[in-house]
């Protein structure tokens, strides 16, 4: 296995590929590819996709911040309207108590509505309530803004909900269509013979964002030789691959792998993507590219080349995306 020496980089590598009777073994071959066609329309279909993920991802992003201010405001209104509704309980009942207890004439007048105006009425409530020694009025209009501020948000939250549910539709016809071409994709490739460090499709899934571009890159350096320290072009170690990989998209990583394991965003098994890096061992000594379909492509020890594996071939330490 190959320990992780601060390094630079690694180029690009040709696979040693055994087909229809010929061996490739330098710059890859031009020759019939019955991927092509279907990596096209991969193509196509993702470069609609990815703008539909990035609106969706900012939509998506702004309905939670809504929903948070939802819940905050909710929060902040509750305990102020129970302030009100006390505050005006406690008027109620001085009325109460005034009724029972005189001036009848001026209690009299407030429950048999003879006051003239509405101004009058909370005039004569103003009078019950002298003796409070705290007002409501900042309260009830503390209440109110953020009342107000609330149905602002609501209205704004049902907009972009309608919206986010929108787009979200729109991915995922465009990924049911990509996941379509991807299995054309596999039935083209129809088992064919790669050569000896090729088990199949590589990549297994093809994506044509950062990630995707990087696994392809990885793929077409299969059958260099490991050595040691090596950043390329005619040979590699591990993290010199995983680097030279992601470089090909404009991706800097240092050629040791403590260092790639610390400088990308961890995700699970579950979310990995072509692209993402897959660590070994508890010291992390060893990295490898996701490719799709669970399955590598890691430069193993001397001796050795560059080659397809899968992700399961040593004890599993963690996954990073790059980028």
Known sequence: MKRIGARGVLRSLVCAVIAAG????????????????????????WNELEPVIEDYNDVHGKLLKLQKQQKQLATTLAPLQKQVDAAMGEVRNMAADAYMQGPPTAVGALLSGSPSSLTEKLSLLEQLAANRQASISDVVKLRDKYAADKAKVDALATEISTRDTDLKTKRTAIEKKINSLQKLRQTSYNGADAGPYKTGLCPAEYTNDKGGRAAQKACDLIGKPYVFGSEGPNSYDCSGLTKEAWASVGVHLEHYTKDQWSSGKSVSRSELKPGDLVFYYSDVHHVAIYIGKGMVVHAPHTGDFVRMATIDRGPIAGYRRPG
């Open 22 to 45: 010929f061996v490739v073994t330098g710059p890859v071959v031009a020759h019939a590819d019955p991927t092509s066609d279907v990596e096209a329309q991969i193509d196509k279909q």
